[in-house]
């Protein structure tokens, strides 16, 4: 992995780009090509891209979160196995390619265990492996290459239907609260949550975002804010602490989140935080959406007790980078996630249809309709 020289510092108050977000990108080369990620955990000081070119370097973005966000967790995997495909062809022999492959889809099974989307793309890859299996490595390769393109491209055109759907369920001069970073710098582009915002902005509604910080990683205050900023979409930053303060006082019409997994029964996993949130909005009668791909949605678990959560370092809770402002010797719990029970969600956003009040029969109901 290496620093791509395309770098832009932050001035006074943040950086600007002049192109539209995209979280991750290809680019070839005359040696096959190699993905770049924005490195997220540098924005907003610093915006600049880092070149991956084995499975080993792209699940090491993802676990550090250089790539984060369910959608484009899955996209990256994708191209990792591509990349790692591309990189064994110059290494290893025909007989031991299949097994030395093996190893690179289990590091970034690996990366993180909550997004789903990471282990739909993995299975997606490998079914595309083992249906072109008789082809000679570097033919594979570029098979494999070509669908990991696909599944970017799909992201994009699907980030854009959630985002014409949810727009819909916007009122004009809706004041909008997200929780956590669900926008182009979590997905392949557009975004799920920031996406509906963006779809209603473009359909001509004057529409406001209230982005909580979302503790302890700061994605709201980091991305989320940066993002809306970079469009001039009205955007104001609040603690986490303050949402329920403002919902009190009539300041919010509805919230948006995104999700890394959704239960066959509706419930969803989503950034530390978003249970607090729903249970709130709840109490204030505020519509509760969550905005998400069909790939997110996992119908192998019954319930949100049984999705995995992550636990991240204590470190991200007791200080920042260099700085730490906790006693040393605490403490500490750093769930990465929690789980928001379908009771509480006002409607899922798919690319496919809204899910009004969420539950198995609904569910099920969407992936039965064909």
């Known amino acids: ?43 907003p000081a610093v915006f600049e891209y880092l070149d991956y070119d084995s499975a080993e370097t792209v699940a090491e973005g993802i676990r550090s979160m250089v790539v984060r966000g369910a959608p484009a967790i899955g996209v990256a995997a994708a191209y990792g196995v591509a990349l790692e495909a591309m990189r064994l062809c110059h290494i290893v022999s025909d007989q031991d390619f299949s097994a030395a492959l093996d190893k690179g889809f289990a590091k970034l099974a690996a990366s993180r265990p909550t997004a789903v989307n990471l282990f739909w793309a993995l299975n997606r890859m490998r079914a595309c492996c083992n249906q072109h299996a008789g082809l000679a ?48 710098l979590a997905t392949a582009g557009h975004g799920t949550a920031l996406g509906v915002i963006r779809s209603a902005v473009l359909a001509g509604k004057t529409i406001s975002v209230i982005a909580d910080e979302t503790r302890p990683f700061l994605q709201g205050a980091r991305l989320t804010a940066w993002e809306m900023v970079q469009e001039n979409i009205p955007v104001t930053l609040i603690t986490d602490n303050m949402a329920g303060h403002m919902m009190a006082r009539g300041e919010i019409d509805a919230v948006v989140v995104g999700t890394d997994r959704v239960a066959a029964n509706g419930d969803v996993a989503n950034k530390i935080g978003t249970y607090m949130v729903a249970v709130l909005a709840h109490r204030h009668q505020i519509p509760f959406y969550v905005a998400c791909p069909l790939s997110t949605i996992d119908m192998t678990l019954a319930s949100g ?66």
């Open 137 to 184: 490595k570097p033919a594979l390769a570029a098979t494999l290459l070509a669908e990991a393109k696909v599944i970017h491209e799909e992201d994009i055109r699907i980030n854009r239907t959630i985002g014409e759907k949810g727009a819909a369920l916007l009122p004009d001069r809706a004041r909008v609260l997200t929780h956590c970073n669900a926008g182009a």
């Open 305 to 370: 007790d049984l999705i995995p959560i992550e636990e991240r370092a204590h470190e991200e809770v007791t200080g920042y980078r260099d700085y730490q402002w906790a006693a040393h010797g605490v403490a500490v719990r750093n769930p990465s996630f929690d789980v928001t029970p379908a009771e509480l969600v006002t409607a899922i956003i798919t690319e496919k249809a809204v899910i009004y009040r969420p539950d198995a029969k609904g569910m099920t109901a969407l992936f039965d309709q064909g």
């Open 1 to 43: 992995m290496k620093v791509c020289l395309f770098s832009l510092y932050a001035n006074s108050r943040e950086t600007e780009v002049s192109e539209p977000v995209q979280a991750l990108r290809w680019r070839d080369a005359p040696q096959g090509g190699y993905l770049q990620m924005i490195d997220q955990t540098r924005l």
